[in-house]
T-cell receptor, first 110, second 117 residues
Framework: GENVEQHPSTLSVQEGDSAVIKCTYS??????FPWYKQELGKRPQLIID?????GEKKDQRIAVTLNKTAKHFSLHITETQPEDSAVYFC?????????FGTGTSLTVIP | GAGVSQSPSNKVTEKGKDVELRCDPI?????LYWYRQSLGQGLEFLIY????????KSGLPSDRFSAERTGGSVSTLTIQRTQQEDSAVYLC?????FGGGPYNEQFFGPGTRLTVL
């Protein structure tokens, strides 16, 4: 089955700096890679996603890159703000099951 | 516009008891997913439904876990003879269509926090 690894588990950045979270996956059949943000005590919410036929996708301060050959994808948050503080989960899907990483706790220090 | 709802929000039970967790997906969503989130851990995929059908039950942790969905809507996750290691937050998500991809975003419910004493 699919194995998704996510790093780092915790990340602290100064407000305004960039944050990068990296994930690797094992199943070359995975073709859809969403990222979820989970604020404390709240449910996960989709923030950005990418399909395997695209190498990069950007939405304002958030971008995701995908390297199919190396089987890794990354989340980039620029100009971080305190409200970006949350746990971020990557996931990989073949279209049936979804496999999530173990999460990255991001703290943005004002 | 109601989102995904789950009940109960919290459940405390004694070891060995059975529990039933309920998920009400967004109306019209054909796909429904159950996940388990242990403290400080990621989301563990349990099972998905395409309509009322669950093609793959291999993600369920043991035969004490079962799930059903009726009428293409409400789903229940049942845990029999609960154990302390079952303690976790159980999250349900629904999606307009089955399969990952654009326009198939998963919308999560608030979860049920299960504590087995």
């Amino acid at each position: 089955g699919e194995n998704v690894e996510q790093h780092p588990s915790t990340l602290s950045v100064q407000e305004g700096d960039s944050a990068v979270i990296k994930c690797t996956y094992s199943d070359s059949a995975s073709n859809y890679f969403p990222w979820y943000k989970q604020e404390l005590g709240k449910r996960p919410q989709l923030i950005i996603d990418i399909r395997s036929n695209v190498g990069e996708k950007k939405d304002q301060r958030i971008a995701v890159t995908l390297n199919k050959t190396a089987k890794h994808f990354s989340l980039h948050i620029t100009e971080t703000q305190p409200e970006d503080s949350a746990v971020y989960f990557c996931a990989a899907s073949t279209g049936n099951q979804f496999y999530f990483g173990t999460g990255t706790s991001l703290t943005v220090i004002p | 516009g109601a989102g995904v709802s789950q009940s109960p929000s919290n459940k405390v039970t004694e070891k060995g008891k059975d529990v039933e967790l309920r998920c009400d997906p967004i109306s019209g969503h054909t796909a429904l997913y159950w996940y388990r989130q242990s403290l400080g851990q990621g989301l563990e995929f349990l099972i998905y439904f395409q309509g009322n059908s669950a093609p793959d039950k291999s993600g369920l942790p043991s035969d004490r876990f079962s799930a059903e969905r009726t009428g293409g809507s409400v789903s229940t996750l049942t845990i029999q003879r609960t154990q302390q290691e079952d303690s976790a937050v159980y999250l349900c998500a629904s999606s307009p269509r089955f399969g990952g991809g654009p326009y198939n975003e998963q919308f999560f419910g608030p979860g049920t926090r299960l504590t087995v004493l």
